[in-house]
């Protein structure tokens, strides 16, 4: 019977399942057909399954305190019997997936098999879906995404027992991800299991904010506000039509931002709205945003794991227009690019992962407690994708929040058009409806100050 070890970042997420905020990562495929369940099953075999023995294994449970939790092989494993068929009812409408999705959002991955799950979902009014569930001690989000996208060709007559590796680059806040990569071989060497406070000083001499870095991560707390508060057991998922990116590039062309600038900010702007609805006065809301750390040249390992950071990013509040909103964002995120925060949180993950079970449960929550969830911001690939010979029209995904966290957000770019989704607490934000549409009109009034500016 094959196994590997459960490395420590992989048991923390491993170990924090909470009734409240599960450690699943929640990915929806759009697709403009019904799929080829022979030809899907070939593709998860060769690609998913043989590619990464981690899909085929279970996780163990230590039978004494000092021993490691391990991924073990399952006797006889049949991976269909990790993909459900359904047919949702008529109308089948955008809501009717919603809601199914939304069944399964506070539901966890039986221990006793692998930790994933996907649904064919058929009986939509336009095309089909694939909705997969995968644990965060299989990877990180970003990893998954790279998995996912694997399955997936160019073309609907690819050789499906081959891949080109699905085309997508993948990060975090704009072009951060490029200052995370080229620290990355740094922090490794430094962040040997007893050199963590060497690794750390390493980070802070990266730059010259490191102690202002430190101080954000330990004094940034979530604030009251109408997306605060005490998370519950049940979950809503919604998303937007597909969005022109092209209309999303005009405006960053126009503002003198990047793309991603733009759509974090109509996300600020959509949070300030929702506050303003509630009867609140806006206040700067933060959020985590995950940061790859991967070599993006070289192939995902076959054991796959977590290898990421986070940073921050406070979400502005109280500007008179959204053309404020996007100067603001814009600047703050500026900021964390030439920052050295996803170095010392990267050494931080790592340090907590080798601190025991329960010592790095609290630091987790702990720090979970500083943000209202997280948010991922994907740019997928630029041309269409086929999955089994079907098209996909775009996706979503979701990774999960932590402790009380009440709001996760998904911005997904793919061939030429963005969706964005929201995952939200219902004990606290029982409307998120309400924030996908402030979302399109905090767009719609950027799109407007531009067009105002220019005449």
């Not at 459960?6 to 491993?14: S, T």
């Not at 399942?17 to 450690?23: A, C």
């Not at 029982?430 to 767009?443: K, M, V, Y």
Request: proline content about 7%; charged content about 25%; glycine content about 8%.
């Amino acid at each position: 019977m094959r196994e590997h070890r459960v490395n420590p970042v992989d048991a923390i997420w491993l170990n924090m399942d909470r009734v409240q905020n599960l450690m699943v990562i929640e990915c929806v495929m759009f697709l403009d057909g019904p799929v080829d369940r022979e030809r899907f099953d070939r593709v998860v075999q060769h690609r998913l399954i043989d590619a990464y023995p981690v899909f085929s294994r279970r996780p163990t449970v230590p039978r004494r305190r000092w021993t490691k939790a391990r991924w073990r092989d399952v006797p006889d494993f049949d991976f269909r019997e990790h993909v459900r068929e359904v047919r949702l009812p008529a109308p089948g409408d955008a809501a009717a997936l919603q809601e199914y999705v939304g069944g399964f959002l506070a539901t966890p991955l039986p221990r006793d098999r692998p930790l994933w799950d996907i649904h064919l979902v058929e009986g939509l009014d336009e095309g089909s879906a694939i909705y997969v569930r995968l644990h965060h001690a299989l990877a990180d989000g970003i990893a998954l995404t790279q998995v996912l996208l694997s399955l997936t060709d160019a073309t609907a007559d690819a050789d499906e027992h081959g891949s080109d590796g699905g085309g997508a680059r993948h990060h975090g806040v704009g072009d951060l991800i490029e200052a995370a990569r080229r620290a990355a071989p740094e922090v490794t060497e430094a962040l040997r299991p007893a050199r963590v406070r060497a690794g750390i000083a390493a980070a802070i001499r990266t730059g010259v904010s490191g102690a202002g870095v430190l101080s954000k991560l330990l004094l940034t707390r979530n604030p009251e506000s109408a997306l605060a508060g005490a998370a519950g057991t049940h979950k809503r998922a919604v998303w937007s039509d597909p969005i022109d990116l092209q209309l999303i590039k005009d405006i960053a062309k126009g503002s003198d931002a990047t793309v991603n600038d733009v759509l974090v900010s109509a996300l600020a702007g959509a949070i300030e709205r929702y506050q303003v609805e509630h009867g609140a006065r806006p206040v700067d809301i933060p959020t985590m945003v995950p940061v790859n750390l991967r070599p993006m040249h070289l192939p995902l390992p076959r054991e796959l794991g977590n290898r990421f950071a986070l940073v921050v990013l406070l979400l502005p509040s109280g500007l008179v227009t959204a053309s404020d909103r996007l100067a603001e964002t814009k600047r703050r995120m500026d900021r964390i690019k030439r920052s050295p925060e996803p170095v010392i949180t990267f050494a931080m993950i790592q340090g907590i992962g080798r601190l025991g079970r329960r010592l790095s449960s609290a630091l987790v929550t702990f720090f979970a407690g500083k943000a209202s969830g997280v948010t991922t911001n994907v740019p997928g690939p630029r041309e269409p994708r086929y999955l089994a010979g079907t098209r996909i029209t775009s996706l979503l995904g979701w990774v999960p929040g932590s402790g009380d966290q009440t709001l996760g957000t998904c911005i997904f770019t793919y061939a030429g058009t963005v969706r964005v989704g929201f995952k939200t607490d219902t004990a606290v934000v029982p409307d998120p409806e309400h924030i996908l549409d402030a979302f399109h009109a905090e767009i719609d009034d950027l799109a407007g100050e531009l067009a105002a500016a220019r005449r």
